[in-house]
């Protein structure tokens, strides 16, 4: 199971952090957004061991992934936030043993949580 935490309204250029609270045995866990009408695009994602960490081209040097293991959680820091980074994010959890931007590898997903930037 999968919930997600800290969406919300914020203007551009402005920081929030999403967070990502998973149980069950999962090896990794990415975060994906999507816009309706849209398909569903790759943000980041992050082995629990740490080891292996994926960005999306579009968010690099922005977003920041990070775990904290004893706690199960996995976190998106966001900064420098644009316009267009409006959607509703979610986070998977993969048995992939590497960071995946493959939205087929992952097998759970949380509901959501809505971002929402303003110029």
């Known amino acids: 199971q999968l919930v997600e935490f800290g969406g919300g309204l914020v203007q551009a250029g402005g920081s929030l952090r999403l967070s990502c609270a998973a149980s069950?045995?999962?090896?990794?866990v990415g975060w994906f957004r999507q816009l309706p009408g849209k398909e569903r695009e790759f943000v980041a994602a992050i082995t629990w061991g740490g080891s292996s960490i994926l960005y999306a081209d579009s968010v690099k040097g922005r977003f920041t992934i990070s775990r904290d293991n004893a706690k199960k959680t996995v976190y998106l820091q966001m900064n420098g936030l644009k316009p267009e980074d409006t959607a509703v994010y979610c986070c998977?959890?993969?048995?992939?043993?590497?960071?995946?931007?493959?939205?087929?590898?992952?097998?759970?997903w949380g509901q959501g949580t809505e971002v929402t930037v303003s110029s």
């Open positions: 998977a959890a993969s048995l992939v043993i590497t960071a995946t931007s493959i939205y087929d590898r992952y097998r759970y």
């Open positions: 069950g045995r999962t090896v990794s």
